[in-house]
């Protein structure tokens, strides 16, 4: 199983600041990692996948980048909306697995 | 517009068990993979398993912490797919959501997720 483990578990940053979430695999996942967005009280939502290419309808602030072992999720000039917690998951192998998340909080 | 809405869940005693149904509208059901994840009461999200389309062999895939015990299924001419839970345990407690894994038949991330329903596992 491919254990996923996303730092820091909570990042202070001030609107219109920039986050770096990181995701690191336990084998290589190749590029086969997505990235989630949760807010309280509402499901996920699909920001990233293939590692680097945006769902349909996800801001340009929104980037991903890295392979195999070592992922980055960039947020550039944070918005209001975008305080919340963050997910990445593999689909590399099977089983499908999740990291911990990173919550981004405002400073 | 697509939407995925789960419902079923509910209040049961441990070693009991529970169907939850996820029927979605907005897209060609048959054609995708549909996936169930669950989140533990302040915790993050975990996996549950996966079925694939018809044209992919309909076969599933399972967390070790629920193979076994539950059981994914789909029925096409519904636009629902179901997950059929035995012998639930306290730590089975969680919302559990469904998400559409597209009609790629490889590529399994989450595209569209359904707003959950809750499963609480108590005597």
């Known amino acids: 199983e491919r254990v996923m483990t996303q730092s820091p578990a909570t990042l202070s940053v001030s609107p219109g600041g920039r986050a770096t979430l990181s995701c690191r695999a336990s084998?290589?996942?190749?590029?086969?990692l997505a990235w989630y967005q949760q807010k309280p009280g509402q499901a996920p939502r699909l920001l990233i996948y293939g590692a680097s290419t945006r769902a349909t309808g996800i801001p340009g602030r929104f980037s991903g980048s890295g392979s195999g072992t070592e992922f980055t999720l960039t947020i550039s000039s944070l918005q209001s909306e975008d305080f919340a917690v963050y997910y990445c998951?593999?689909?590399?192998?099977?089983?499908?697995?999740f990291g911990g998340g990173t919550k981004v909080e405002i400073k | 517009e697509v939407q995925l809405v789960e419902s079923g869940g509910d209040l049961v005693q441990p070693g009991r068990s529970l169907r939850l149904s996820c029927t979605v509208s907005g897209f060609t059901f048959g054609d995708y993979a549909m996936t169930w994840v669950r989140q533990p009461p302040g915790k993050g999200l975990e996996w549950v398993g996966l079925i694939r389309s018809r044209d992919n062999g309909g076969t599933t895939e399972y967390a070790a912490s629920v193979r076994d015990r539950f059981i994914i299924s789909r029925d096409d001419s519904k636009s629902v797919a179901y997950l059929q839970m035995n012998s639930l345990k306290t730590e089975d407690t969680a919302v559990y959501y469904c998400a559409d894994s597209g009609a790629r038949g490889y590529d399994y991330y989450m595209d569209v997720w359904g707003k959950g329903t809750t499963v609480s596992v108590s005597s």
């Open positions: 998951q593999q689909y590399h192998n099977w089983p499908l697995t």
């Open positions: 084998q290589t996942v190749s590029s086969n």
